[in-house]
């Protein structure tokens, strides 16, 4: 049988694929599995291929000569030159524990805001103002970004509770702040009472989002005027939650100056504390900063400091 020029070329591509596609298979499976399961032996969790990456790979190749091969060469090549390292969570998890945080059950907050949302979404306008009368009767103040969401509905009465109790207390919070403020101006030197509500109070309303972002940016600036007080007249009496709030809220405005300022006095008062890595790995994911934000998760991955889940699927996909 006389094959043409092109056939001839088409049969060897296919063949020199296939036998790289093999060979593949074989190295993974026979080679660098078992030497990777013994490297890692009494480890829960692993995540290097397995056999059945290898195998998928190998399916991957024999459908798609040549082009299968190169892909995985490239993505290959491309994580090694870009990250520079493979995957390892030795390091991360070594000393430390996965905090699973078991909270008591809130059971009005569980019973009302979450079906107030799914009502919205429906458009469900009786469970909706149901929903609604049950979060007026409870603690509104926790729940003001919930709330807002019925503004958007098309159900009037749902949007007329809504716009009323958003009214009302965001009206109370103004005066509440203004009040606060002002007891700042004329507490004495050694007094930080009022700092202390101010922040705490003020952190809880904003981190909502319920404001115009010409409002939100002020009430920002007048709570880290609050904690620039508190900071000046006695700073170990600031809480690390504060710390945490204070970074948060000018993150969200995009003051990352006086946000990385923040960051850097909550590591010096509390250097052992989870949050004050977060909020600088917040920080410097946010301005881009790579070289800031890598060296402040390795010097996390080398504490004692216990991470919780959230923070260990961060170190999971940047490690």
Aim: aromatic share 10%.
């Amino acid at each position: 049988m006389n094959l043409s020029r092109h056939e001839y070329i088409f049969l060897m591509v296919v063949l020199v694929n296939t036998i790289v596609a093999v060979l593949y298979l074989l190295i993974g499976i026979l080679i660098m599995v078992p030497i990777r399961n013994r490297k890692r032996e009494g480890e829960i969790e692993r995540l290097h291929d397995n056999r059945r990456t290898y195998l998928l790979r190998f399916i991957v190749m024999l459908l798609c000569p040549v082009v299968g091969p190169l892909f995985f060469f490239m993505v290959h090549l491309f994580y090694l030159t870009i990250f520079r390292f493979q995957v390892e969570l030795d390091d991360v998890m070594f000393s430390k524990e996965r905090v699973r945080t078991q909270l008591k059950a809130d059971e009005d907050r569980e019973m009302n805001v979450m079906p107030l949302e799914e009502a919205v979404a429906v458009s469900d306008y009786k469970s909706l103002r149901t929903a609604m009368l049950n979060v007026l009767k409870g603690e509104i103040r926790d729940s003001l970004s919930a709330i807002s969401l019925a503004l958007e509905t098309r159900d009037s009465e749902s949007s007329h509770y809504a716009a009323s109790v958003l009214s009302h207390e965001l009206s109370d919070f103004r005066m509440e702040v203004q009040k606060l403020y002002l007891g700042i101006r004329e507490e004495e030197e050694d007094q930080t009472e009022y700092e202390d509500m101010m922040i705490s109070y003020t952190d809880n309303v904003l981190k909502q989002k319920v404001f115009t972002e010409l409002e939100q940016n002020r009430f920002v600036k007048m709570m880290v005027e609050a904690a620039e007080s508190f900071y000046a007249k006695d700073p170990a009496k600031m809480t690390c939650q504060q710390y945490e709030g204070v970074c948060l809220r000018l993150l969200e405005i995009r003051d990352y100056e006086n946000s990385g300022k923040w960051c850097i006095r909550q590591a010096m008062q509390y250097p052992n504390e989870l949050s004050s890595y977060t909020c600088k790995l917040k920080l410097y994911f946010t301005t881009r900063d790579r070289e800031a934000f890598f060296e402040t998760l390795e010097a996390l991955k080398k504490s004692d400091i216990v991470i919780d889940n959230e923070t260990l699927e961060l170190i999971r996909i940047f490690s």
